[in-house]
Nanobody, 126 residues
Framework: QVQLVESGGASVQAGGSLRLSCALS????????MAWFRQATGKEREGVAA???????SYADSVKGRFTISRDSAKNTLYLQMNSLKSDDTAMYYC????????????????????WGQGTQVTVSS
């Protein structure tokens, strides 16, 4: 059983920063592809950022230049550094991991992921 547990969500003012973490535990497997998704109330789930390796990343246009995804494989932890936060970033944030390597290409498509965390809420007030 694989578990993903997010943390770091909070309420912040616009312009502020947060760092989300996602700890992966359970049976040992190499989560080649991992990603962060978010879903705001009444909106579709959006793939925010994805990672395979430090040089294989993918970002949604809405967060490019503001968010940075990274991973610490030794700690089995995924991170999302969020800077210059806007009210539009308000959402529940989820991390996800895929069982297969997907050709070692990052993906922000929800259907490519098999394991999901329970989410952590980010609220940005203007």
């Amino acid at each position: 059983q694989v578990q993903l547990v997010e943390s770091g969500g909070a309420s912040v003012q616009a312009g502020g920063s947060l760092r989300l973490s996602c700890a992966l535990s359970g049976r040992s497997f190499l989560a080649v592809r991992m990603a962060w998704f978010r879903q705001a109330t009444g909106k579709e789930r959006e793939g925010v950022a994805a990672i395979v390796t430090a040089d294989r990343l993918s970002y949604a246009d809405s967060v490019k230049g503001r968010f940075t995804i990274s991973r610490d494989s030794a700690k089995n932890t995924l991170y999302l550094q969020m800077n210059s936060l806007k009210s539009d970033d308000t959402a529940m944030y989820y991390c996800a991991a895929a069982r297969d390597s997907g050709g070692w290409l990052p993906s922000r498509r929800a259907e490519d992921f098999d394991y999901w965390g329970q989410g952590t809420q980010v609220t940005v007030s203007s």
